[in-house]
């Protein structure tokens, strides 16, 4: 008895093939004419109702939409907020702060290596000063002769190894 009261009573509005069942059945014969007149009144009042509550529905969008232009509001304004409050969500998840901290980690690194190359730069080239006394580098020595000197070796040897420490990171 209680499964036959459950199906009686659907919570889920009717489809466009349940609307479509009913005006194909004809009920005004089983009605009386006082249930038909009763019915067109409950109908007449439930499209006031419904008109009446569009209405109050169009108004208060309306009021809205005023109080949000008084307060500077503007949908600019709500997609800048929401923006901001989906980023300080998203800044405070678990995956983002290891993310972050990897990254920050990876940096130092990155900075440390270039700083270690920078060092080795300058110290290659004040190597090759103190050689060519007197002299500019394009003077004293040529590409080639440069190329295959110790110094130009060792710096060599430096700069791939912190690269290739950089791509092993």
């Known amino acids: 008895m209680e499964?036959?009261?459950q199906g009686l009573l659907e919570s889920e509005p009717l489809q466009e093939r349940d609307e479509d069942a009913v005006a194909s059945a004809d009920f005004s014969s089983m009605l009386s004419e006082e249930e038909k007149e009763e019915l067109r009144?409950?109908?007449v009042q439930l499209?006031?109702?419904?008109?009446?509550l569009r209405q109050v529905l169009s108004a208060k969008e309306r009021h809205l939409v005023e109080?949000?232009?008084?307060?500077?509001?503007?949908?600019?304004?709500?997609?800048?907020q929401n923006?901001?409050?989906?980023w300080h969500d998203m800044q405070t998840t678990t995956a983002y702060k290891k993310?972050?901290?990897?990254?920050?980690?990876?940096g130092q690194k990155a900075t440390a290596a270039f700083s270690n190359v920078g060092t080795a730069i300058s110290k290659k080239f004040g190597d090759m000063r103190s050689h060519s006394i007197g002299y500019s580098i394009r003077h004293s020595i040529s590409m080639p002769a440069m190329r295959n000197s110790p110094?130009?070796?060792s710096f060599e040897e430096r700069v791939e190894t912190t690269v290739t420490s950089l791509k092993l990171w």
């Not at 923006?83 to 989906?86: D, G, L, P, R, W």
């Not at 993310?99 to 990876?106: G, I, K």
């Open 3 to 5: 499964a036959q009261a």
């Open 151 to 153: 110094t130009f070796k």
């Open 99 to 106: 993310t972050h901290e990897t990254l920050s980690h990876a």
């Open 41 to 43: 009144a409950e109908l």
């Open 47 to 52: 499209e006031d109702e419904i008109t009446t």
């Open 83 to 86: 923006f901001s409050k989906s």
């Open 67 to 80: 109080i949000k232009q008084k307060l500077g509001m503007n949908l600019m304004n709500e997609l800048k």
